[in-house]
């Protein structure tokens, strides 16, 4: 059941464990240690060198569903990433053995149902590390280059969101197997219950997991895209005006500085075609070439860009 309590900074770390336990785990991934006594939920993050704001995003999010996506902007975003780090070493490293290990001493591996058990578990320790280890050596080293200022071009957060769906149909199967199956003394059967309580708990702990990422997490790296992308065209902007083309390697020639001014005035290729007798193939070769030099790729670019440059008058622009 939901607790519809939003936690703030000023309240007692151990009254947000208090209420609700399962956050121990999330703890550790944040990299905070028990032993904080009566010390509030800011003075305990700052203790930890933890951002308090992203700490309690997380920690609403997870137990009652709450997060405020108008303040994303607020999110540390090294702070989250190191989260999502932690929990992976957390899952992979120790919960998946440990289910194997409680599994293992539930079920009979003599018993042909018992081999199948074992057999999905591991299918399904197999889909998880991959599906984790894929995010460890692509996505986050993306967002540590992006936090950078140098991320690469040929990689993006859709991409990795457009393919992070969920990896829980081998899970259901093996609770589907593990609820049908009946160990033949009282000891394995209690073990099974047991560990057939903690599979579930594990559950619940992926989903919840996967929900930081798509909610928080992938907004948070979206902004951090835009943003970056809105400074590189200030920046080039900025270049363009004081610097004019000095920076740019190659001037643009006179069909270029043409077909700029046919763009801005709002041409479409085919009719920048017509009006300077060339092929269209010819005009999209300009304009890939005149990206290239100049490093504008929007047509409010190109526009100061043509202004600056004398190259049409402002009093000529629709705005």
Same mark, same amino acid.
């Given at each position: 059941m939901k607790n519809h309590k939003v936690y703030e900074s000023n309240d007692q770390m151990i009254s947000l464990i208090r209420d609700n336990y399962n956050v121990l785990q999330s703890l550790g991934s944040f990299g905070? @240690?028990?032993? !904080?006594?009566?010390?509030?939920?800011?003075? &305990?993050?700052?203790?930890?060198?933890?951002?308090?704001?992203? !700490?309690?995003?997380?920690?609403?999010? &997870?137990?009652?569903?709450?997060?405020?996506? %108008?303040? $994303? %902007?607020?999110?540390?975003?090294? &702070?989250?990433?190191?989260?999502?780090? @932690?929990?992976?070493?957390?899952?992979l490293d120790y919960q998946l053995p440990s289910i194997r290990r409680d599994l293992k001493e539930s079920i009979n591996e003599e018993d042909r149902l018992g081999v199948l058990i074992m057999k999905f578990y591991d299918e399904y320790a197999r889909e998880i590390r991959?599906?984790?280890k894929y995010e460890e050596k692509v996505l986050f080293p993306y967002v540590k280059q992006l936090l950078d200022g140098? @991320?690469?071009? %040929?990689?993006?957060?859709?991409? !990795?969101?457009?393919?992070?769906?969920? &990896? %829980?149909q081998k899970l259901r199967e093996l609770k589907n197997i593990i609820i049908k199956y009946l160990p033949g003394d009282i000891q394995r059967n209690n073990k099974l219950t047991a560990t057939l309580y903690g599979i579930y708990n594990n559950e619940e702990w992926l989903k919840l997991h996967s929900q930081v990422e798509d909610q928080i997490f992938v907004p948070a790296i979206r902004n951090l895209e835009q943003k970056q992308k809105k400074d590189n065209v200030t920046k080039n902007i900025t270049n363009m005006v004081f610097?004019?083309? $000095?920076?740019?390697?190659?001037a643009l020639s006179d069909r270029e500085k043409d077909v700029v001014v046919s763009l801005v005035q709002g041409m479409s290729n085919k009719e920048i075609a017509e009006h300077l007798f060339i092929s269209v193939n010819t005009v999209i070769t300009h304009r890939r070439n005149i990206a290239r030099k100049l490093?504008?790729?929007?047509?409010a670019g190109l526009t100061i860009y043509a202004i600056v440059n004398g190259l049409i008058d402002i009093s000529s622009v629709k705005l």
């Open positions: 905070i @240690a028990l032993g !904080f006594g009566d010390k509030t939920v800011n003075e &305990t993050c700052q203790d930890n060198g933890v951002d308090t704001y992203t !700490f309690l995003s997380v920690v609403n999010y &997870t137990i009652n569903g709450y997060y405020n996506s %108008d303040e $994303a %902007d607020r999110l540390h975003i090294p &702070t989250l990433l190191h989260y999502l780090e @932690a929990s992976h070493i957390y899952y991959k599906h984790m140098n @991320a690469p071009t %040929d990689y993006d957060i859709e991409t !990795f969101s457009k393919h992070h769906g969920q &990896t %829980d610097k004019g083309n $000095a920076d740019n390697g190659e490093q504008i790729h929007s047509s």
